[in-house]
């Protein structure tokens, strides 16, 4: 069984101020892992995703994120946040291997940018 | 491209009553997913889908539910006699054919239900 936990529910910050949205995951076996976001009254977008390889991570609309697997964290960054980019934030992960296709996704983290 | 489309976006109905969904995944893609987002969590998991074979299904998938893919293209997923509780969004995606766990899930925009 895998779960993943998301430390903050919630992630006030004001525009141009730096953010990180912390990842933790549990699983027995090897896993890809994904940041999707998702802004009111739209579908999960996909932000990132890490697969193998170089553990930095560079996403769309200046998102990166890097896995440590001693810690068993994805925590998902960006230097300078807008107003725009206030929306909810999931991680998830999916097993690499095996015959499952589903993603397990955390409870979410509400970014909100102020002025 | 167009995108994964869903329809209802919102759907009101009475407890006891039917609903139906319907999903269009995006052309060519084989798998499709049935996810549940309720308020203050992430998605769950419902059912998945590689052509018309449902190969996987939750243990939220009681049996009031049902989810069909009759021709590989479109689903739907049915709740016969809602409850309050299955007040929720149901959420809908598509991966492209021939690929792995790695690829990208594209999401719809979700169907909103209430049961009052």
């Known amino acids: 069984a895998q779960s993943v936990t998301q430390l903050d529910s919630q992630v006030p910050v004001f525009e141009e101020a730096p953010v990180e949205l912390r990842c933790n995951y549990s699983s027995s076996v090897s896993v890809y892992l994904f940041w999707y976001v998702q802004y009111p009254n739209q579908g999960l977008q996909l932000l990132l995703k890490?697969?193998?390889?170089?553990?930095l991570v560079k996403g769309i609309n200046g998102f990166e994120a890097e896995f440590n697997k001693s810690q068993t964290s994805f925590h998902l960054r960006k230097p300078s946040v807008h107003i725009s980019d206030t929306a909810e934030y999931f991680c998830a992960v999916i097993n690499s291997g095996g015959s499952n296709y589903k993603l397990t996704f955390g409870k979410g983290t509400l970014l909100t940018v102020n002025p | 491209d167009t995108g994964v489309s869903q329809d209802p976006r919102h759907k009101i109905t009475k407890r006891g009553q039917n609903v139906t969904f319907r999903c269009d995944p995006i052309s060519e893609h084989n798998r499709l997913y049935w996810y549940r987002q309720t308020l203050g969590q992430g998605p769950e998991f419902l059912t998945y889908?590689?052509?018309?074979?449902?190969?996987?299904k939750s243990r939220l998938l009681s049996d009031r539910f049902s989810a069909e893919r009759p021709k590989g293209s479109f689903s739907t997923l049915e709740i016969q006699r809602t409850e309050q509780g299955d007040s929720a969004m149901y959420l809908c995606a598509s991966s492209p054919p021939g690929g792995t766990r790695a690829d990208t899930q594209y999401f719809g925009p979700g169907t909103r239900l209430t049961v009052l």
């Open positions: 889908f590689q052509n018309e074979a449902q190969l996987e």
């Open positions: 890490y697969l193998s390889g170089s553990t």
